[in-house]
């Protein structure tokens, strides 16, 4: 991100940690289609003893799900120190670092599998290059990664986010374009989602799995 987006990123985070970890608690709000896709990704770890790294991880609702479907080694960064405050309350044995998806603070190919759950949604594409480069550097030879994010193009903004006085921008991203980028980082492309709306969902909705080469 550019010093200005990462500036209001982590304000808007800092200032609503606290009624997004009341929120969203857990993985309620979740699809049926997300819960089997990120059980898919489970079921298909690498088996090797390195950990899976909740990238961009919040406040460790994803993390509660993965350790609750038997994932043991479990490593999370978020950008936010006051979203990592309520992720290590619910997590204190899981080591979390802060830290910038683009760097991340991991040794070369030190990760077995990566989520990266709406991670990106602040992101446009030149920095999801740089993103997914960066998985591609910490995942092993096989190691798995998973991109959620919200489909379409352009950008969208939400005032009174979580009903604090921030504005929340969300840029979306064509589920084929982010396959075509995480083919060119090194990538296998194992499966394109593109779901239509639910509910009162005002976007599309993509996911990308893929296994590093």
Not at 30 to 53: K, N, R, Y
Not at 59 to 75: E, F, I, Q
Not at 180 to 208: D, H, I, K
């Amino acid at each position: 991100m550019s010093a200005d987006r990462i500036s209001e990123t982590r304000h808007l985070y800092a200032t609503v940690a606290a009624t997004y970890a009341d929120v969203l608690p857990d993985t309620r709000y979740e699809a049926f289609l997300e819960m089997g896709l990120i059980d898919h990704f489970i079921s298909q770890l690498p088996d090797s003893a390195l950990p899976v790294l909740d990238a961009g991880c919040g406040t460790g609702r994803m993390l509660s799900h993965l350790s609750a479907r038997g994932v043991t080694n479990l490593l999370g960064v978020d950008l936010s120190p006051e979203m990592l405050v309520f992720a290590r309350q619910a997590h204190p044995n899981i080591p979390l670092k802060t830290g910038d998806l683009r760097s991340l603070p991991y040794a070369d190919d030190s990760i077995g599998a990566m989520l990266c759950w709406y991670a990106i949604i602040h992101s446009p594409n030149d920095e999801v290059v740089d993103i997914v480069a960066e998985a591609r550097r910490v995942l092993s030879p096989g190691g798995l990664l998973l991109l959620g994010f919200h489909a379409g193009s352009g950008e969208r903004a939400a005032n009174r986010a979580y009903g604090h006085a921030v504005t929340l921008r969300v840029v979306l991203h064509e589920p084929d374009e982010i396959a075509r980028l995480v083919r060119a980082a090194g990538f296998t492309v194992e499966a394109t989602v593109n779901r239509a709306p639910v509910g009162s969902e005002r976007n599309r909705q993509g996911y990308v799995m893929a296994r590093r080469i």
